[in-house]
């Protein structure tokens, strides 16, 4: 009777690090974005890429490095630069997010001051996660003199690969 008790609690205890490893300490996704962009004058929709890489200091937040690069043809292309932190609410087949990015837009030879606000879903498949949406809205400072533009949205999508996992 005494082995049968330790060989539970043995088991018990070897089962809580495997409920610790649903969260990876960093995750790195790659995938296709689209940034809409309008004004009183004109709307336009650029297409590109974008990555990004998290690190989880907790299961539920993390610290990001987002890139982009979005091209639309006869326009200037842009690039995005931004850092922040992202809160996180993790399912075991599902993680939603939401994010809070600060830094800078390169468009036409200018780095401009930019944010991005909003969030996204990950729907986990084996290894791996496929982000399925990711929707941000990014208003651009043009300048000190010169308005915010506000009406951009960017929408992304791709893939999210896991590396590592938190103790």
Not at 12 to 34: L, M, R
Not at 71 to 83: A, T
Request: aromatic fraction near 14%.
């Amino acid at each position: 009777m005494k082995r049968l008790a330790l060989l539970i609690v043995v088991l018990a205890c070897w089962s809580i690090p495997a409920f610790a490893a649903d969260v990876p300490f960093s995750e790195v996704f790659g995938g296709f974005s689209f940034n809409h962009r309008a004004n009183a004058n004109n709307s336009l929709t650029y297409t590109g890429w974008q990555a990004n890489a998290a690190f989880n200091v907790h299961e539920k937040i993390g610290v990001v490095a987002d890139f982009a690069g979005e091209y639309k043809k006869d326009e200037d292309s842009q690039l995005h630069f931004m850092f922040g932190p992202r809160f996180n609410a993790r399912t075991s087949r599902v993680t939603y997010f939401a994010e809070a990015l600060f830094g800078g837009d390169h468009v036409a030879d200018q780095n401009l001051f930019s944010m991005a606000y909003g969030g996204g879903i990950d729907v986990h498949a084996g290894k791996i996660s496929i982000r399925v949406i990711q929707i941000d809205w990014v208003p651009v400072r043009l300048g000190n003199d010169l308005p915010w533009v506000k009406n951009n949205t960017r929408f992304g999508f791709g893939v999210v690969i896991p590396f590592g996992m938190m103790k």
